[in-house]
């Protein structure tokens, strides 16, 4: 069986997206909601609250909810591991960087925020227990689509997906390079820490999807920043060093909020097919 796995945090435009888009190659989604957000606030289950708009799946869907950083074995492995503690991962040097930057250097051990991101990914894989050993995974974040055209892998390598990057609406084309979604067998995953197989992308698989990301709008965008509270917010009208008002700015305009020289550009060409069918049914999110 193909499952297909991803913590879902209300993105419901996206989340209908990416059930269209892979529905004729997945078996199950299991949408995984905490209870709570990064920030400690309490989190509404958004697909219980939509269920109705989704009704088409209901068989195929699981609905995986949890509470954050109360399974204390999970926590300590998350205490202890190099994604929370010595910071020698790609995205959390990059977070070094940036802070020391705007003169803000860190210390992350054991950072409850990374902590959190720890947590929520290990339960993603607690999720998927009932799984046989010959099953395929894919693991993403909502807004990471992965291709259904690719070949998909049946042995225990782990797979990167390069995908296409989309910010802010479905036809900002972004030039930043992204390898999102990973894929492999249950049988491998099982083994293994999530958070740390998440990172190998032994093999690359290219033209695997499409992410995109920062999708929905103002509302949308400070749904999502406010729910994290994480290290990159100096105040709650900031982000990354940056004014709330300089990021809803750059999202008006279409160019990046963090200052980085990536080009931006309208592109439909590359989008999926299902997209391209029903273009219409999401002008609300083109340029």
Request: hydrophobic letters at 30%.
């Amino acid at each position: 069986m193909i499952y297909d796995i991803f913590l879902f945090h209300g993105e419901l435009d996206i989340l209908e997206l990416r059930l269209n888009i892979l529905d004729d190659v997945v078996d199950k989604f299991v949408i995984c909601e905490a209870r709570q957000s990064f920030s400690e606030e309490p989190c509404p289950s958004y697909y219980q609250e939509n269920k109705e708009r989704f009704k088409k799946w209901e068989n195929k869907i699981i609905n995986y909810q949890f509470n954050l950083m109360e399974d204390k074995e999970i926590v300590e492995l998350a205490r202890n591991s190099p994604n929370t503690t010595t910071g020698n991962t790609f995205w959390v040097k990059v977070f070094y960087a940036v802070m020391k930057k705007i003169g803000k250097p860190y210390n992350s051990h054991g950072n409850p925020y990374w902590m959190k991101v720890f947590y929520a990914m290990e339960m993603m894989k607690k999720s998927l227990e009932m799984c046989n050993d010959d099953d395929i995974i894919f693991i993403s974040d909502c807004d990471e689509i992965w291709n259904p055209d690719i070949e998909i892998p049946k042995d225990d390598k782990v797979y990167g997906l390069e995908q296409l990057v989309y910010y802010y609406q479905l036809n900002n084309r972004c030039s930043e390079p992204w390898t999102g979604s990973i894929v492999t067998s249950y049988k491998r995953l099982k083994g293994e820490i999530l958070n740390h197989i998440k990172q190998k992308g032994e093999v690359k698989i290219k033209n695997g999807g499409w992410h995109f990301t920062y999708q929905g709008g103002e509302e949308m965008v400070k749904r999502k920043i406010n729910s994290s509270k994480s290290p990159y917010h100096d105040t709650t009208d900031s982000y990354y060093g940056k004014s709330t008002e300089h990021l809803w700015n750059k999202i008006k305009e279409g160019k990046d909020f963090f200052g980085r020289n990536y080009k931006f550009w309208v592109d439909e060409n590359e989008w999926p097919e299902y997209l391209k069918k029903n273009r219409t049914r999401y002008l609300h999110l083109l340029k």
